[in-house]
């Protein structure tokens, strides 16, 4: 937890409705990463209600919502049938939204039938939670499967302030202008009070897409677009550091460190750990391992990389074709340089713990962190946080990481560049420790400063400040066409 914030008034906060794709039990919120720790924080903390998709696909979904209560907070989830998951999830989401946004114009796929899925989806999981908003809640939604959430809830006459935070990063606007339904989703998104980015660059991308497409007008953070004004800010999102760095030095963590480091006496380890994404660089990551091979003999029998990727969105043909060609490019690798009691690469395709995994964060000497494009990527912030601040280890990360935008003290490569990645892993092997020391220590600072609860409080504040000048403002326009 971070040292509590300035709270900026003592009247009653307002009750937080979450949204997101997927609700988290609270049991299962160490898995369920960040977000779903930073959500859960809140709703315990104002009392609220949780949102979403409860994961199950039902042959036919009677459409009812279950509500489970934990504590001061209400569960409540609706099923999917096969052709919604089909359709909303696994196509509109993940096969044309998030390679769109993740600029793979080449691994995109428009298909009518996914658009109108995503639409139907969203406009019934919003009309199912429409009966359940009171007068005075804020309501939050998350990521870009829920992208017309709010018009939906608009539909229903819903006032209350609702805002958005988008996860991945919001694409430059000739990619975005290829997908067909642009300007509907486009304007979607103004039935909005406040739309969060990762970046201020997410945010001037933005800026610049509603300007030169659709007649945008900008004042301050306002910008004004089919008839509606909205807020839109960059909230860059951080962990609870403090508590990464304690589970750190869990029992739990505490003998995978020693599990990592018995095995490997003096041998450097780098690690990377990901989602199984062809957005994360993996491919890219193994051959700069091989270039570090080819370039410095010295690596040969004391370098390891531990790469951790359990498989994600398995239904989808460029998520198994990205599995595939990860074991043949580690396969190749390690058949020309493995020794009898070493492999350059171990590949682990199965998910860890949260304890396993700061465990290993802290045995390993380097974090190699280097997608081609991330929204923030927390990876990086947990190898921070789970770092020995006395024998730090260092962090080599991607410049198209959003969270490089705050971590300027680690190394910065370029990820499609090879060599320099390689060039950093020698660099970051041989770096006194004093250095080392300096650049946690002000990484360190940063994500204590900008944590998980810094990031939901300035956005829930944001929020409710959207709201007041709404109000103060009187009806929107009639929206454009
Ligand atoms: P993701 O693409 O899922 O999230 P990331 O931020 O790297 O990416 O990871 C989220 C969480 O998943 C982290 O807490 C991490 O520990 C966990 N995780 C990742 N790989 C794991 C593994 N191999 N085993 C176990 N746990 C693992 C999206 C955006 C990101 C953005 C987040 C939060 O794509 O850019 O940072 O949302 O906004």
């Not at 998350?142 to 609702?162: G, K, M, N, T």
């Not at 990377?272 to 957005?279: H, I, M």
């Not at 994600?312 to 990860?326: D, F």
Request: glycine share 8%.
């Amino acid at each position: 937890m971070s040292p509590a914030l300035p709270r900026s008034t003592t009247r009653p906060r307002p009750r937080l409705v979450a949204v997101s794709n997927r609700v988290v039990h609270p049991r299962g919120a160490a898995r369920g990463g960040g977000l779903a720790v930073a959500l859960l924080d809140a709703l315990r903390e104002r009392g609220g209600l949780w949102f979403g998709w409860s994961g199950q696909i039902a042959e036919r979904p009677d459409g009812r919502a279950t509500e489970t209560v934990a504590g001061e907070i209400r569960l409540v989830t609706v099923d999917l049938s096969s052709s919604e998951h089909e359709d909303y999830y696994n196509g509109f989401a993940n096969r044309c939204l998030w390679p769109l946004f993740h600029l793979r114009l080449d691994l995109t796929t428009f298909d009518p039938r996914h658009y109108e899925g995503y639409q139907r989806v969203n406009r019934r999981l919003a009309y199912a939670l429409h009966p359940m908003l009171q007068e005075g809640d804020q309501v939050w939604v998350h990521d870009y499967h829920l992208l017309p959430f709010a018009e939906a809830l608009r539909e229903q006459r819903a006032s209350q302030p609702i805002g958005f935070f988008l996860h991945i990063p919001f694409p430059v606007p000739e990619m975005l202008t290829a997908l067909p339904h642009h300007r509907e989703l486009m304007r979607s998104l103004f039935s909005y009070d406040l739309l969060g980015f990762q970046t201020e660059a997410d945010v001037q991308r933005f800026r610049d897409c509603v300007c030169r497409e659709f007649g945008g007008q900008l004042r301050g953070n306002s910008i004004t677009a089919f008839g509606r004004t909205l807020t839109a800010r960059a909230f860059p999102i951080g962990i609870d550091a403090r508590e990464f760095a304690k589970v750190a030095e869990s029992p739990a963590a505490r003998l995978e460190f020693q599990r990592v480091r018995e095995n490997r006496k003096d041998r450097t380890v780098i690690v990377g750990v990901d989602r199984l994404d062809y957005t994360k660089g993996i491919p890219e990551r193994f051959r700069s391992m091989e270039c570090l091979l080819d370039r410095y003999p010295d690596t040969h029998g004391q370098v390891e990389l531990l790469q951790i990727a359990p498989t994600s969105r398995g239904e989808v043909p460029e998520y198994m074709a990205i599995r595939r060609e990860l074991e043949q490019i580690a396969g190749n690798i390690n058949g020309r340089y493995a020794q009898l009691d070493w492999e350059p690469i171990r590949y682990i395709n199965r998910p860890l713990g949260r304890r396993q995994l700061a465990g290993i964060y802290r045995a390993s000497q380097i974090g190699l962190v280097t997608p081609l494009r991330d929204g923030m990527n927390l990876v990086a912030k947990e190898y921070v946080a789970a770092q020995n601040p006395a024998d730090p280890g260092v962090l080599v990360l991607s410049r198209f990481a959003g969270s490089a935008q705050q971590m300027q003290a680690a190394l910065i490569v370029n990820p499609y560049d090879n060599t320099a990645v390689a060039d950093a892993l020698q660099t970051a092997r041989y770096m006194p420790l004093e250095e080392r020391r300096q650049r946690h220590a002000e990484l360190m600072r940063g994500l204590l400063r900008d944590d998980a609860d810094a990031w939901r409080e300035s956005f829930l504040e944001e929020l409710q400040r959207c709201s007041l000048q709404r109000a103060e403002a009187g009806p929107p326009t009639a929206q454009a066409a």
